[in-house]
Structure formats: C-alpha cells, structure tokens
C-alpha cells in the first residue's frame, strides 16, 4: 500500500469515531500524530549521532514510549496502552503537557540553544492541536496503520512524502480552507532554481506564506546541492539558519514544519505561526529582509477588517496576494534581493490597486520575467490561469524624479507538451518540461544577453519569448499625457486662487453688520465658486484623460505576438474577453466625453469673453 492510499486508510478508520466530525477534524487528528511519529524517528538520529542527546519531551511522552508497537511476549508487535486506557491518556497527560511544555531559559554557559529552541517549536506546534478521537480502539488502530506504513528512515518513504501532502492538501480543500492548494513540485524546483540562493554567500530564503513548505523543501534541495567534497561542516549546518517560512492556519504549519524535519532541518523554529498581513507596517525591521523570496501567496481571499489598516494609503487593500506584493517589495526583500511569485491573469491586467501595485514593482524592482502558464497547472485545485514573476529588488533614487528599474520585460509562454490539453491529477506538469526555459534563460548579470539573440534569430519560427520595451511604452505615454496633466495643475492653480481670493472676501465682511455690504460681497463670492467648481471639474477632466492615456501601461496581460490567433470555446476566456471589449468601450467612450467636453469648454469661454 502506497502512503497516499495509507492516509485514505486512515481517515477512513477515523470516520468511524464518533467524536471526530468532519475532514478538517481528520486532518487535525492526523497531522499531530504524524508530527509526534517523524520527531520521534527523527531523535533516533539524533540520538546516534549523539550520545549526550536529550529528548525535549518528557519521557513518558515520547511517541517510542506510548504509541510505538513494541514486541509481546509472544514475540508479534502489539500496542503499549489498551483501548480504554489510551483516550485518557491523550486527553489528560500527553495535551495538557505539550500544550504547556515548560521552556527553559537560555545559558550560554550550558550551550542550550538547540534545547531551548526544539522546545518552542513542539509547544507552538501543540498550541492550537486537539485530540478528537474518543474511541481507545480506534485511534489503536491509526496508531498500526501509522506503524507498519510510514517509516522515514526508508529514503523511499521519505521521497515521497509529497503524495502524502499532495492527498492532505486535497482534503483541506474539500475541508473548506479556500486558497490552500498544492503548487506541483516542478513549479517550486523550477522557481527555486532560477532564484538561485547561494550557499557560499549565505543567501536568506523566506516564504511568507508557507504552507506546508513546498518552496521551502525546494530551496533547501537547490543549496544543499551546492554542497561537494570540499564543503564545509559550517556550510551543511548553515542550510538550517538560510529558510525561514510564516504560515498562518494551523493544520499547513504543523505540516510544514514536519516537512522541514523530513528534510533534515533539525529545529524547525524558523517555521513561524503567524498572519504575515496580520503584522503591523511598521513593525517590519530591516534585520528581518532577506535575500531570496520563493512563494505563492493566497490570491482571490480577503483579510479581516482592521488587517493592513496601517498599510501606506495608496497600497491599502484586504485582497490577500495585493498584500503579500506590497510586502515583498517594501518589506521584505533586501536591494538586490531576487524573488519568484506565483500571481493570477488578474494582478497581471488589473487596475486600481493591481495597477498602482505594478508601477511600484516596476519602479523599485527590475521585473526581468513573466512565465505564462497555461490552464490546468494547479488542477484540480483552480483553473485559473497562472503566471511566474521573477523581479531582482533596486535601489530607490529619491531624486524628485520617477526612477524606474525596471527598462525590459521579457515574457515566456509556457505550452503544454505535445498531446496534451490540459494538466490533470494523473498528468501533472514535470519539471523537464522547464528544460527549454533554462536553456533560454541566460544571464542577469549582462542583462540577458542570450535572449536578445533567440529573439532575432531568423531561423526560430516557433517563438515562445517575447519582449516588451517598456521603458520606451512608459516615455511615449507619459509625453502623450503630460500636456493634458499640465492642463490639470494648471486649471487646479486657477481654482486654488479663486479660492483664495474667496477666503479672503469671507474675512473681509467679518463684523460687518450692513446688509447690503454684505450681500454685495457674498454675490461676489457665489460667482467666485461657480468659477472654481467649473475649473475643478475641468481639471478632473484633464487629469483624466492624461491618465487614460498612460495607466493602461500598467497592463501586463500580454499574448505572445509570434502565436497564431487561437479561437476558443472556454465560458472563462470568453467572458474575460468580453468584459475587456467592454472596458475599451467604456475607454473609447470616456476618451470622445472628455476631448468633446474639452472643445465645447473652450468654445464657450470664447463666448463669454
């Protein structure tokens, strides 16, 4: 029996309890077991490396000395506990004591960091766990089910421990837990590799919205894989030190921070549990940037009220992956710090906030790659499309100018392999399909000079890249506005005046007791308010139309130029392109409103001069 079919077997047997109600319990009662039977496994190592090794968990309560089957007299393997003493048990001894483990105060004298810290990351991890099992003979039964299948000192068991997340996170879906879903092990290996964190330079990796550490295992395989013959013991100990993840629900962070001890971190304590959005602005330190980002941040769910009320006023959002990219870019992400982020079509031609968003990416980050992917990658969890942001952070120039860092975009459209029409289950994407893209890929250091040469050569006459001059669409746009943004600011001084010369008439009647003196002033300031409302709404107008004319650079959602136009019959990209044909409508309608309101305005200045 395979380990996906062995966790099916499982909650299969939990469904048969009656105090566990629904898969989200399932999951719970599934995840702390499992976590208890790895650390154990995992102390065993430990223990044979070092003979001074001490257990944080309290004798009785180790997973060897109470749930491990152990040999009976008879010589066959049977449980510790019988059925009706092992609910109480749980209940009363081993929860009350974890969720409360006792930390010890750090000596430096007695060298107890490791001490110190495997205890907080066992109490964290039993902080908001729960027991819900209430049939003794039942959880005996997990407990065997656990015992004959999973044993993490097999290498195979471990290599495939992704089924295992793969069928977990499959079932948090189905539990309710929207935007938790399963980024496909090619996605995080082919990201990790092009980030490319460096152990010799001790480069950070963070994944601020961790899950169960797909990206984070990837980023852990690409550096240890720097290791050779001629590393040091320092550079294997510091892999541990280089990731840090934050995951807010409960159930993904106990399973990443197994997952971080699968792969050979030995103090997950760098798996925080915590809402990353949920952290005031300000309370974000220099100290705590990093060099590397690799994450997929939740997209389409919205915090609670309150989260990100401090966040600066034209980046305030609750829409989650809009608050996650405000963060990498400000917060997060040190200069020259390089990141990979998975974001929907949606941030890609976005407006409004997702616009605003992308003039900041492209301002203070050097946004070098967009990697189109196609429908499917993430089935069955979304069928939204989905793309692949790479970004290396600049330094910002306060000079009063708008300094850009970002002069070239180069885009990628990733096509299924020959055969298919889409990514299933059965037939995910593999990272051999990522093949063609490294071989592209090239350079950063001499800005990429290989793709310049796959984008002239003539004989290439199936082009997947792509580039678009930005820096020269963002120059022609803003000359095409700036006449109509001068005219704003000017129209706005003129009303600015106005008001002024109407404050000052309102001061000047002040005391004043003769009617008519007072009236004659007011008519005058009527007059003076009419004036400056109409050149206000002028101005709104003007400002307009030079914003029409430049945000729609902003827009991201490009196709390739050198693909053949494709019909198609999908409900999801009709109705997508249907509501573009709308807004350019509405566009080209709002242009013809303005220039006309335009020259009818000057038309009756005319008139009344």
């Given at each position: ?28 009662q599934?995840?702390w ?9 995992r102390?065993?190592?430990?223990e ?25 007299v ?26 409360e ?25 039993f ?7 209430k ?7 997990v ?14 068991t471990?290599?495939?421990i ?32 092009r ?14 919205a ?14 240890r ?15 541990e ?10 159930l ?7 997952n971080?001890l ?16 949920g ?17 997929n ?34 917060k ?32 203070e980050c050097n946004?070098?790659?967009i ?5 499917g ?6 069928t ?12 910002r120039?306060?000079?009063?100018s ?23 289950k059965t ?5 051999e ?17 290989t ?30 506005a ?5 005219n ?10 106005l ?27 009527e ?10 709404l ?22 390739n130029?050198?693909?053949?136009e ?17 807004g350019?409508?509405?566009e ?5 409103k ?7 305005s ?6 009344e001069?």
């Open positions: 029996m395979n380990l996906s079919s062995t966790i099916k077997s499982i909650q299969d047997i939990m469904r048969k309890d009656d105090g566990v109600d629904g898969d989200a319990q399932r999951l719970g599934l995840t077991m499992l976590f208890l039977k790895v650390f154990d496994q102390e065993e190592e430990w044979d490396d070092d003979e001074s090794y001490k257990s944080p968990l309290p004798k009785a309560l180790r997973w060897r000395n109470w749930a491990a089957y152990v040999p009976g008879d010589g066959k393997k049977a449980p510790q506990k019988s059925a009706s003493d092992i609910i109480g048990f749980v209940n009363n001894q081993l929860f009350p004591a974890l969720k483990l006792e930390i010890p105060v750090f000596d430096a004298e007695k060298d107890n960091a490791t001490s110190v810290a495997l205890h907080k990351v066992i109490r964290g991890v902080e908001d766990a729960n027991n819900y099992m049939s003794g003979t039942q959880l005996l039964a407990i065997e089910k656990l015992e004959e299948a999973i044993n993490f000192h097999d290498f195979k471990r290599a495939n992704g089924d295992v997340y793969e069928q977990l996170l499959n079932d948090l879906r189905g539990a309710g837990n929207a935007g938790e879903f399963y980024t496909p092990r090619a996605i995080t290996a082919f990201m990790a590799d980030v490319n964190p460096r152990l010799d330079k001790r480069e950070t990796v963070m994944d601020p961790c899950g169960t550490g797909g990206f984070l295992t990837a980023a852990i395989d690409h550096l894989n720097q290791i050779t013959n001629k590393s040091s013991t320092e550079d294997k100990r510091a892999i030190d280089l990731i840090r993840g934050i995951e807010k629900k409960q993904p962070h106990l399973l990443c921070t197994t971080m699968l792969h050979g971190i030995d103090i997950p304590s760098q798996i925080e549990h915590e809402n990353t959005l952290i005031g602005w300000n309370e974000w330190s220099a100290n705590q940037k990093v060099d590397c980002i690799i994450t941040p939740p997209f389409g769910g919205y915090e609670d009220d309150g989260v990100g009320s401090d966040y600066p006023a034209d980046l305030k959002t609750r829409e989650t992956a809009d608050m996650f990219m405000a963060l990498i870019i400000k997060l992400l040190k200069d020259n710090g390089r990141a990979a982020v998975v974001l929907p079509d949606g941030f890609l031609f976005g407006d409004g906030i997702k616009g605003t968003l992308k003039k900041l990416l492209l301002q946004l070098h790659t990697i189109r992917l196609p429908k990658v993430f089935a069955p969890y979304t939204i499309k989905t793309n692949l942001l790479f970004f290396t952070k600049g330094k120039v306060d000079d009063g708008e300094h850009f860092n970002t002069d070239t975009i180069w885009f990628y459209e990733h096509t299924y392999p020959k055969g298919y029409k889409s990514y299933s037939k995910p994407i593999r990272i399909e990522f093949e063609p893209i490294k071989e592209w890929w090239g350079n950063e250091e001499d800005n990429f000079a793709r310049e040469q796959y984008d002239t050569d003539p004989d290439n006459k199936d082009k997947k890249a792509w580039k678009v001059d930005f820096k020269s669409i963002r120059e022609q746009a803003e000359a095409a700036a006449p109509h943004w001068a704003a600011e000017s129209l706005n001084n003129q009303a600015s005046a008001d002024n010369r109407i404050r000052d008439l309102r001061d000047s009647i002040k005391g004043v007791s003769d009617k008519s003196q007072r009236q004659s002033v007011e008519d005058d300031i007059v003076l308010k009419t004036e400056s409302e109409g050149l206000r002028k101005a709104r107008d003007a400002q307009a139309a030079g914003d029409r004319l430049y945000w729609p650079i902003y827009n991201l959602d490009l196709k130029p050198n693909a053949p494709e019909e198609s019959h999908d409900p999801d990209e009709l109705l997508i392109k249907f509501k573009k044909l709308l350019e409508i509405e080209t309608e709002n242009q013809l303005s220039e006309l309101a335009a020259a009818l000057h038309h009756f200045s005319n008139e001069a």
